[in-house]
């Protein structure tokens, strides 16, 4: 079973099954830059000896680049401590019609490859909290998830997917718009996908000459990622775009999610017209133009509760009783082959 054929034949179905669930990375730095800014004294000094303690792939992480470190652990990256793992823990699959399959909200039926962003971001403040978790072992490794995935559960997409059921009434779905083909995307993408457009929705345009959507790509290759241009652009959204007063940043994942959900619904899916039986979509201007400035509304209102929550947790004068840890869920029986090398994730 361990012939070349048969390699990438695990290839080619991880690279199949595991579509982009995330902001672009830019996108989740931009968060963190806000989220940090944000911080009372203790938090700040809390997240920066926390964020060093992450063992990255190549340099050490900072409160800004901690962001990261959950795509990195579906990048190339073979011995990198928890890799493959933790995939479901990005996104939460609510539906756009009441009728639709109802993910389980409460930790106990999941596991390190099972479960949903709440289940994640609840077993995640216990440790933040001073608590124990079967899976999020250590309060640096609860930074980390929170830095990131506070941010992907502002995604519209992260909690909203379109349900069907097949011939033979079988649920199935469109994995949060990743089985959805634009058709008119970037002509350097040939895989863009409804996912992808709001993975970096926040730097979108659209180029009437060419009738495409355009990518800014200045912030495409995290190769070239300059951590000035990040802090410029994250100042820059912070003062157009901070949330008013009567904006809620207290933790409460489930309405988080049920926001970007109700965006989904009344916005990414409602204003798009699909052909082809929902597998794929042309993009307007009219379609950007709403995209753009709330997607960047998106990643700021994240950094904001990204803020509000480390400052509840690590920044807290007078630490609360420590919470009771989350059952472990049902032992995994199949585990990710991490000699596979995945593709990585928008
Ligand atoms: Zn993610």
Known sequence: MNSPVFRWAIVLFV???????????????????????????????????????????????????????????????????????????????????????????????????????????????????????????????????????????????????????DANGRWTNDLGGNRVVVVNGPAIEPTYNLHYFWDAAWRVSFDEASGRVAVDLRYENWKHHDAEVVRALAEEMDAALKPDAQTKLN?????????????????????????????????????VALAQPLARQRLVLAGYRLAALLNATLGADAPGPVPPSFPAGPVNTIMPDTSVVTSPSK
């Open 251 to 287: 933790p409460d994942f489930e309405a988080w999610a049920q926001e970007s959900n109700k965006l989904a619904r009344e916005v990414a899916y409602a204003r798009l017209t699909f052909t082809d039986n929902h597998k794929s979509a042309r993009i307007s201007a009219e379609y």
């Open 15 to 165: 690279a199949i099954t595991l579509p982009g669930r995330a902001w672009d990375p830019c996108g989740h730095e931009i968060v963190a830059t806000i989220a940090f800014d944000h911080l009372n004294p203790k938090a700040r000094a809390e997240a920066l000896s926390l964020a060093s303690q992450v063992v990255g792939p190549e340099k050490a992480y900072d409160p800004v680049t901690i962001a990261c470190w959950m795509d990195d652990l579906r990048g190339h990256y073979p011995n990198l401590p928890y890799r493959g793992l933790f995939f479901p823990w990005h996104y939460i699959d609510f539906g756009l019609d009441p009728g639709d399959p109802q993910p389980v909200v409460e930790p106990g039926q999941d596991n390190e490859t099972s479960g949903n962003v709440i289940t994640a971001l609840k077993r995640i403040e216990v440790v933040l909290r001073g608590g124990t978790d079967p899976y999020v072992k250590t309060k640096a490794m609860a930074y980390a998830m929170a830095s990131h995935l506070v941010g992907d559960i502002h995604q519209p997409l992260h909690a909203a997917t379109y349900y069907h059921q």
